[in-house]
Structures are given as structure tokens and as C-alpha cells.
């Protein structure tokens, strides 16, 4: 919930991306977005980009790009062992654990077809996902969703805690719980309603002013 103060500070963080978006950033977000929908339209890719947010997890994303780009055609055939050798060889912090994550999502790559195919709403993809796939929490699974065109789930990771504590719109939490995760998306998504964005649009805005980069 929004008490007076975070009120007065949400529209402060609106005056910012209102400003951002008459910068030519607003180019790059519409590119990267119209990039997540052409991903959403290959099947191939969908699962690399599921790798790719296995890899996230407290792990940076820059480094998980890097990595993505060079194993994608290996996370649809390689052994669970090669996997991790390789993921090691290339800085990842936890490589067993995330090439067990990969490999066995692989045996269920058509349920993940199916989950993203036939179940409508969005909210409730990612519950399907988030039960269903190991590896996968709330913020991985919107993330997922996201990078294969989905546009109305928030990922709240680090980076966008820290600017919403930075504008003084929450305090950030020790613990992400489901419940708390859920609240913060509420937040966004009245901070993307009145900067006229898709909560996949914000969060690219939001990374920006915190990072200086458009990533995905």
C-alpha cells in the first residue's frame, strides 16, 4: 500500500521517466521491446531465453548475456556436466546448480510451450512457471515472460529496489516474500499507468536511470 508520503515520492519518479522518455532512450525501448516479441515467435529462442534467466539469478545480467551468447546452441543438446564445465570456464558463480536447472528444464520444454501457449493470463503464467520449473522465482519467471514479448509483469530485482528506495517509494525489504513482491508490482504498475508504459517498458526505463544501460 501507498501511504501520502509515497505518494508524493511516486510522482517524483514519474516526473523522471516523463522526462527520460522525450530522450532518444525511448528509441532504444521500443527496439528492445519490438526484440522480445520476435524472440516470443520462436521456439528455439523462447528456451534460450529461459536459460539465459536461470543464469540471473544472483547473477549479473550483463554477464548472463555474454554467457547466452555463446552456449544458447549448446543449452538444447549438451550434457548437464558439459553445461556446468562450460559455465565455469566462463565466470559463473554457480554452475552445477544452474546447468542441473537448465538440463532439466529441457525435459520440459513442451510443457513450457504449453503453459505459455494456452494459459491466458499472464499472472497466471507465471505461476505455472514458477511451479513447474525449478530455478525459476517470481522475479526469473517475469523476466522470462518479458523477454519472450509478455508486457504486464514487473521484475523486481536488486537494481529496481534500490531506485524505488532511492526515490523514497518503499523500503527496501530484507526478504522478497511473494506477498511483498506482489505489493511493489502494484506500485509499478501505477507508476507505468501514469507514464503511459507496460510494465515491460518501465522496468527498461527503471534500469536506465539506475544503470545507465538498456539491457534486457
Not at 145 to 161: Q, S, T, V
Not at 186 to 206: C, G, M, R
Request: charged residues 40%; hydrophobic residues 40%; glycine residues 2%.
Amino acid at each position: 500500500m501507498c501511504d501520502t508520503k509515497s505518494v508524493v515520492y511516486i510522482e517524483k519518479l514519474v516526473f523522471e521517466i516523463n522526462k527520460l522518455k522525450k530522450d532518444k532512450i525511448t528509441e532504444t525501448v521500443k527496439k528492445r521491446i519490438l526484440e522480445f516479441e520476435n524472440i516470443g515467435k520462436d521456439k528455439d529462442k523462447i528456451f534460450e531465453e529461459l536459460c539465459f534467466c536461470l543464469l540471473t539469478a544472483n547473477f549479473r545480467a550483463d554477464k548472463s548475456i555474454f554467457i547466452q551468447n555463446i552456449l544458447r546452441d549448446k543449452f538444447h543438446v549438451e550434457s548437464e556436466k558439459r553445461i556446468a564445465e562450460k559455465l565455469r570456464e566462463l565466470g559463473h558463480r554457480f554452475p552445477e546448480a544452474r546447468a542441473k536447472y537448465i538440463v532439466e528444464a529441457r525435459t520440459k520444454k513442451n510443457l513450457i510451450y504449453s503453459i505459455i501457449r494456452n494459459s491466458t493470463d499472464e499472472k497466471e503464467k507465471r505461476e505455472r512457471l514458477v511451479k513447474e520449473i525449478k530455478g525459476l522465482g517470481y522475479k526469473e519467471a517475469s523476466h522470462f515472460l518479458r523477454n519472450i514479448g509478455y508486457k504486464n509483469l514487473a521484475i523486481i530485482d536488486f537494481h529496481i529496489l534500490n531506485l524505488l528506495e532511492k526515490f523514497k517509494v518503499i523500503k527496501k525489504p530484507k526478504t522478497l516474500t511473494k506477498k511483498r513482491y506482489l505489493e511493489i508490482e502494484n506500485i509499478l504498475k501505477k507508476i507505468a499507468d501514469k507514464t503511459n508504459n507496460t510494465l515491460a517498458e518501465l522496468d527498461l526505463y527503471l534500469w536506465y536511470l539506475e544503470t545507465g544501460e538498456v539491457l534486457k
